[in-house]
């Protein structure tokens, strides 16, 4: 006894690509940029280490916190404005696996 496939029936059900919800989109872009505005401030911590302290005008604990709030602020709005396009890199790669996987 061999039993009846419906050849179109399962082409169909193999090609159909699951859609995320715009809710599930909205998070996702939000965590990419999220992501890319630390991956920024990182880089701008890490490049605040390699210029060297002035012995001269040394920086008071007040002047490195506005530092530090003020390099995560730049990073916030670059990420933001995608100007670096890496959350959108993100958004497509992780869209497309979890679309692949669904």
């Known amino acids: 006894m061999k039993p ?3 050849a179109s029936f399962a082409l169909k059900q193999t090609q159909q690509t699951p859609q995320m919800s715009s ?3 909205e998070a ?3 965590s990419c940029e ?3 505005a630390i991956f920024i401030d990182t880089l701008f911590k890490a490049m605040r280490k390699t210029v ?6 040394p920086k008071s604990s007040a002047e490195k916190m506005y530092e530090e709030m003020l390099d ?4 916030q709005q670059i990420a933001q404005k ?3 396009g890496l959350a959108n890199q993100i958004y497509q790669q992780v869209q497309k ?3 692949s996987k669904k």
């Open 4 to 6: 009846s496939i419906d």
């Open 23 to 25: 809710r599930e989109k």
């Open 28 to 30: 996702l872009k939000q």
């Open 34 to 36: 999220d992501f890319e």
């Open 52 to 57: 060297g302290d002035n012995e001269l005008f």
């Open 72 to 75: 995560t602020e730049m990073a």
């Open 82 to 84: 995608q100007s670096m």
């Open 97 to 99: 696996n979890i679309t």
